[in-house]
């Protein structure tokens, strides 16, 4: 129950991004992010359910970048890279 209400914030979080970066709501995208072990484990459960919310064609964990989008989630930083396919 908890991933799922981790999945679904990092839904809305990546579909906000989304509009801020002026993608077409059809723009498929391939997401980049980095966050504590916890919620990796979380993002990588929910993989599925979130690359269909989210109209995703990849979703990697990768090292910091200073260029991501820090998000929080239940008091805990996630940074998210998004790009267009």
Do not use: H, P, W
């Amino acid at each position: 129950m908890l991933y799922e209400g981790i999945a679904r914030e990092f839904v809305n979080r990546v579909q906000n991004l989304r509009k801020q970066s002026n993608f077409e709501i059809i723009d498929r995208i391939t997401i980049k992010y980095n966050t504590n072990e916890n919620f990796k484990a979380a993002l990588e459960i929910k993989k599925e359910f979130i690359m269909n919310e989210v109209l995703g064609e990849q979703m990697d964990y990768v090292d910091f970048n200073e260029k991501m989008t820090e998000f929080e989630i239940n008091d805990e930083k996630i940074f998210v890279l998004l790009s267009k396919v």
